[in-house]
């Protein structure tokens, strides 16, 4: 019976296409074994699904990066060049920022002063007053919050010691913790 001929196009319903996506890979990698087998050819295979999983095949006389190397030198061109041209830029700017990073922090702690010009040195004095004040509004802040949690705490104190007393004097009046209430206990007694 001969398969009928469909047609190319995005499958809409998700769990039909994973269900396409990997018998179709699955004969993919058949195919790239079978020529490796067969032709004694050297393949990789790197598949990326809709889900972002990876899927590869290689062939066991070689690894990826050799095909790689392999094009790059059949082709003429060097795929990491321009990559590895943008990561140096970015490595060399972070290493500036680092650089000028350490020398304030250099500087903050009084080191490394002499190479500053007047207004360099009135810039780190505004800085350094500016930081103090925010330091001394914070340490302010979590002053005020101790003292006031402090007080709190005083007055639980208070509130529980005025109701121990309270409860003392009751125990001090009737250690017993009866309470006369000037009712008639003599007919409770004829039980």
């Known amino acids: 019976m001969a398969r009928g001929k469909i047609q190319i196009k995005k499958i809409e319903n998700s769990t039909n296409r994973q269900v396409t996506y990997s018998k179709r890979r699955n004969g993919l990698f058949k195919k790239a074994h079978e020529l490796t087998v067969l032709c004694d050819a050297e393949v990789s295979l790197v598949m990326v699904s809709c889900t972002h999983k990876v899927h590869d095949y290689t ?27 943008i990561m140096k830029e970015k490595l060399e700017k972070l290493k500036e920022v680092n650089m000028k990073i350490r020398r304030e922090m250099r500087q903050r702690m009084g080191q490394c002063l002499n190479d500053l010009s007047f207004q360099d040195l009135h810039s780190l004095e505004s800085d350094m007053e500016s930081a103090w004040r925010v330091i001394h509004d914070r340490a302010d802040r979590v002053l005020t919050n101790q003292i006031e949690t402090s007080k709190k705490k005083a007055r639980n104190v208070e509130q529980i010691n005025r109701k121990l007393h309270v409860e003392l004097e009751a125990m001090d009046q009737d250690p017993y913790g009866l309470v006369d209430n000037g009712g008639d206990y003599n007919s409770v007694m004829g039980f």
């Open 59 to 85: 062939s066991p006389s070689t690894t990826t990066k050799r095909i790689f190397d392999q094009y790059q030198q059949t082709k003429g061109i060097d795929l990491w060049s321009s990559h590895y041209e």
